[in-house]
């Protein structure tokens, strides 16, 4: 257990539905992160929020869309997603975003259909 | 550029050591951090290097060179549950970079 749940584990869509994937953690951190991993590739960061706010884009398509209500909790919001978008979905927190470590959950598996 | 290089796959024996190899580009270096990944779950934490030399704790070791663009993890005295990929990654500025991670096999 390392303090960070993402929900779903698994999740299977369409083309054309929009879902949600949650996370939050229980460490008391300020930094949150989204990753992608695809098989055999480099994990890719795809946003960092600090204190609620997003101080990186990584050039992420606008079909995934990222909501930092608190520093807390972290969504990432899915629409009219592709096929080539399937993979797992790792969240990430750390104490500040220029601090150490980060811990991450254990991923939303993705597939798109 | 931020290319992170780390073997594939490697394979060992119960008992034995094995070392990973991680070679980054050394521009805005400020760190690099090792991680452990089951199938299946989360990444989880191992070590980190900032200064050049060893650091040890337990059975694993990691070694830094920052003039090379360099490091390794050590594992000793393997056991079955070390099975799992590993995954290399250097702190530029805030964000971290990953390699595509190193699957190592445990064998009895």
């Known amino acids: 257990e390392t303090g960070v749940t993402q929900t779903p584990r698994h999740l299977v869509m369409g083309m054309t539905n929009k879902k949600s994937l949650k996370c939050e953690q229980h460490?008391?951190?300020?930094?949150m992160y989204w990753y992608k991993q695809s098989a055999k590739k480099p994990l890719e960061l795809m946003f960092v929020?600090?204190?609620?706010?997003?101080?990186e884009n990584n050039s992420v398509p606008s079909r995934f869309s990222p909501e930092c209500p608190n520093s807390s909790h972290l969504f990432l919001h899915l629409h009219t997603l592709q096929p080539e978008d399937s993979a797992l979905y790792l969240c990430a927190s750390s104490p500040g975003q220029d601090k150490n470590i980060q811990y991450f959950g254990a991923g939303t598996r993705l597939s798109v259909l | 550029g931020q290319n992170i290089d780390q073997p594939t796959e490697m394979t060992a024996t119960e008992g034995a050591i094995v070392q990973i190899n991680c070679t980054y580009q050394?521009?805005?270096?400020?760190?690099l951090f090792w991680y452990q990944q089951h199938a299946g779950e989360a990444p989880t934490f191992l070590s980190y290097?900032?200064?050049?030399g060893l650091e040890e704790k337990g059975r694993f070791s990691s070694f830094l060179s920052r003039s090379k663009g360099y490091s390794y993890l050590l594992l000793k005295e393997l056991q079955m549950k070390d099975s799992a990929s590993y995954l290399c990654a250097v702190r530029r500025d805030y964000k971290l970079s990953f390699g595509a991670g190193t699957t190592v096999t445990v064998r009895a």
């Open positions: 290097n900032v200064l050049d």
């Open positions: 050394t521009s805005g270096f400020n760190g």
């Open positions: 460490l008391g951190h300020n930094a």
């Open positions: 929020y600090n204190f609620k706010e997003q101080t």
